[in-house]
């Protein structure tokens, strides 16, 4: 019996490990299946469903290919779809809402910027043509989704960069001019949208004196207001062309071209604090180019340029599920005790106990209870063994896991 028991007791320890791992599995990236048609960049990318959508762009040089892909991000394949019935694009814009994809702008030639949109129907594998863009047409453009609505603006026309900025609302088919960005126009900028508002940050202005002059201030957007407001300038070097991603609590952006180097730096906006996180870097070869997009709280990227030579490589982005700096400040002093426990523990280290939820796991993942937290002691009815206890606030915006011991 105590053989037995003492086996137990190392293979839940085993088990323990084993979960912890997976869910430490985060602010990090994963290699792909990559894109089965051959290299590219300049693409563009959107997200449906379990389905990440890629397609156009150049192998290299202004030889522009129209196709689309759609990869299975549970199943790591892909599938070739219809094509965009106009041109052939480079840095063209795409964003999605429900079961529909949109891509629009970019360039078709050398002198040739499109205005033209295009909207995607997953159900039926149809594109069909939408209305133009209001604006000028152009590459490169800055674009995020708030709701409905996707805001779309700056962007390059060949010798000159622009600063407009356009709402689309995707259910009704309305573009609507907003306020410019403030500051320099700008191309190939990060843009991500979280907590209600949108962000443009760094980019390159190709209309000052002395060439590209690439930038690193940050600029946030109040779709209730149509106002922008300047914000704290990003601290990582100048940088442009790299990847965005938009998430409920948080914004990223990873990769791109600095004055010097290509960057495999990521980082993480708070817009709470306008603070800015450094987290795990890009470890394979750096690049730009390249078309990215967020499926199931997972950023993409896709194909890009590894210096002159493009490439059909595709990676993933685990992000931490909450703000490191808000779990630090809120859950960083969270215990329970006592652990092991018989029938109820308490928790300690929250400052207002109704301000959180929790649910109970098991080894396999598996929730078995979860509440609004009502008061510091937990009783709860459960066979001896190893659980998870997750805390969350009541925005889902901040949470931290114990393990806990049921004798």
């Not at 137990?8 to 084993?18: A, G, H, K, Q």
């Not at 390249?290 to 709280?297: E, M």
Request: proline share 2%; hydrophobic share 35%; charged share 20%.
């Amino acid at each position: 019996m105590k053989h037995q028991n003492a086996y137990s007791f190392f293979l839940s320890i085993i088990l323990v490990f084993t979960f912890i791992s997976k869910i430490e599995a985060q602010d990090a990236w994963s290699k792909l299946s990559n894109f089965p048609n051959g290299l590219r960049a300049r693409g563009v990318a959107f997200s449906i469903g379990d389905r990440v959508y890629f397609g156009q762009g150049t192998p290299g040089g202004i030889n522009n290919i129209n196709d689309f892909w759609a990869y299975n991000v549970k199943e790591d394949t892909w599938d070739s779809i219809s094509t965009i019935p106009g041109n052939s694009l480079i840095g063209a814009t795409g964003f999605s809402y429900k079961n529909f994809g949109f891509v629009g702008l970019g360039q078709s030639s050398a002198t040739v910027f499109s205005r033209a949109f295009y909207r995607y129907n997953s159900d039926s594998n149809t594109w069909v043509r939408i209305a133009d863009f209001p604006g000028a047409g152009r590459n490169y453009a800055a674009s995020f989704v708030i709701g409905n609505t996707a805001y779309v603006g700056c962007g390059n026309r060949g010798t000159s960069t622009l600063k407009d900025f356009y709402a689309f609302n995707m259910e009704n088919n309305v573009w609507t001019k907003l306020t410019d960005l403030p500051g320099l126009a700008r191309s190939s900028a990060f843009s991500f949208s979280t907590q209600g508002k949108g962000y443009v940050l760094c980019g390159g202005n190709y209309t000052q004196s002395g060439g590209d002059v690439l930038l690193k201030d940050v600029y946030e957007f109040d779709p209730k207001t149509n106002n922008w407001t300047q914000k704290g300038d990003f601290p990582g070097e100048n940088r442009e062309d790299g990847a965005s991603f938009s998430f409920e609590s948080f914004g990223i952006i990873a990769l791109g071209q600095n004055e010097t180097i290509y960057s495999n730096e990521v980082w993480e906006y708070n817009s709470s604090t306008d603070t800015w996180i450094n987290r795990a870097s890009f470890t394979a070869n750096r690049r730009r180019n390249i078309a990215f997009c967020v499926n199931k709280n997972q950023g993409y990227i896709l194909g890009g340029t590894l210096g002159t030579v493009s490439t059909s490589e595709v990676y993933s982005y685990k992000p931490l599920s909450t703000s490191t700096s808000e779990v630090g400040n809120q859950l960083k002093d969270l215990k329970t005790f006592p652990n092991p426990f018989s029938t109820s523990f308490n928790i300690t280290g929250l400052n207002n106990v109704n301000n959180y939820r929790y649910d109970i796991f098991d080894l396999k993942g598996v929730t078995l209870f979860q509440d609004v937290l009502l008061t510091e002691e937990i009783n709860i009815d459960l066979s001896s063994g190893v659980y998870f206890l997750r805390i969350k606030d009541s925005k889902n915006s901040v949470d931290k896991t114990l393990v806990l011991y049921k004798q």
